[in-house]
């Protein structure tokens, strides 16, 4: 039997033979001064030249949503089953740049930033609405711009509250969920929250200012290697990636009114549980079971709303995906094959 890492070296030595040949033909073409079919032509429109290109390859794209420049990830065929990837907090899209190439084989694939996050516009408070429903609206509009009709969806963290307002606004949109960490439920809100419910309380200063030690570089680290039984091989790259756009000017005080505004999301927990009861969407569960944020409290109240759940927990923490990146791969690429058309 072929192992997962052998089978891996071979599709990554056809993706350089794939992109090899593409740059052949080009140079082919160009020494016989005639149009190559390998190469996208000069002035061809993105998703052409995305088409064109061997699945794996990422592109790295903006589009404008309301006047602010979104950031996002690409790839696969757009004639494929779309997967839309939400990130949490504190990352961007940078937490999916291993499993993209992954799903791309078999799925159309996005990821795109918030406002705020990553690489995408971080507009001042003045300008831009920080709120969950805000968020909710520019993916929206988003999956809109990008004519995408039906697809599953990745939620972890703060991907959850944002996922689930867009399913609410039209269930029968989304194929599958895939939940990794993701809360929806008041049983995964244990002790880490009390802070944050003192201030969902006050709104006040004081209960504001306690929470800023959560925007610190040890605490970035902790929330990456914390509950994950082997640190050493989580990336330090993800959480200095992730502390440098932190420190962005202004940025602290965006995420301190998210922090506020996450109140509006528990809000919702018993309308969102109706919706799951109602429309029963195939689930996938690949939750990090030592994570202290959203504990596996979180992860076991979906089977109670679903009956399509398969459910995994991983001995992991926070951002399983890193930790746990090819078996996750693994479940999805075999859940979605057998729910999703």
Do not use: C
Request: aromatic share 12%; hydrophobic share 40%; charged share 25%.
């Amino acid at each position: 039997m072929t192992s997962r890492s052998n089978v891996k070296a071979i599709k990554s030595h056809l993706r350089v033979a794939a992109a090899a040949l593409i740059i052949a033909g080009g140079l082919a073409s160009f020494a016989a001064g005639g149009a190559s079919a390998a190469a996208p032509r000069v002035g061809a429109p993105a998703s052409e030249v995305a088409a064109e290109a061997p699945s794996g390859i990422v592109a790295h794209r903006t589009i404008e949503i309301d006047g602010v420049s979104v950031f996002y990830r690409e790839a696969g065929d757009p004639a494929k089953p779309t997967v839309l990837l939400l990130h949490g907090f504190p990352t961007s899209s940078q937490m999916f740049r291993n499993l993209i190439p992954e799903l791309a084989e078999n799925y159309h694939v996005l990821a795109p930033d918030y406002p705020g996050y990553g690489a995408s516009d971080a507009p001042a408070r003045d300008k831009f609405d920080y709120t969950f429903a805000n968020y909710a609206k520019i993916v929206e509009k988003f999956i809109d711009k990008k004519g995408v009709e039906q697809f599953s969806v990745y939620l972890m963290d703060y991907g959850a509250p944002v996922g689930f307002r867009v399913f609410e606004k039209n269930p029968g949109r989304v194929s599958a969920f895939i939940i990794q960490n993701g809360n929806a439920y008041e049983e995964g809100l244990k002790e880490f929250w009390d802070p944050i419910k003192a201030y969902w309380k006050t709104g006040a200063k004081e209960e504001r200012d306690v929470l800023r030690p959560f925007l610190i570089l040890e605490t970035t680290q902790w929330q990456y290697t914390h509950g994950q039984p082997n640190p050493e091989l989580i990336s330090p790259d993800t959480w200095h990636t992730d502390q440098y756009l932190l420190d962005r000017p202004g940025n602290k005080e965006i995420q301190l009114d998210l922090f506020y505004d996450y109140r509006t999301n528990v809000d919702k927990y018993a309308k969102w549980q109706k919706l799951f009861r109602k429309y029963q969407t195939p689930t996938l569960i690949v939750w990090g079971k030592n994570d202290h944020i959203f504990p596996a409290d979180g992860a076991y109240p979906y089977r109670r709303d679903l009956d399509n759940v398969e459910f995994h927990l991983l001995d992991g923490g926070h951002f399983a995906l890193e930790s746990h990146g090819a078996l996750i791969a693994d479940e999805i690429i075999d859940f979605l094959g057998r729910e999703v058309q």
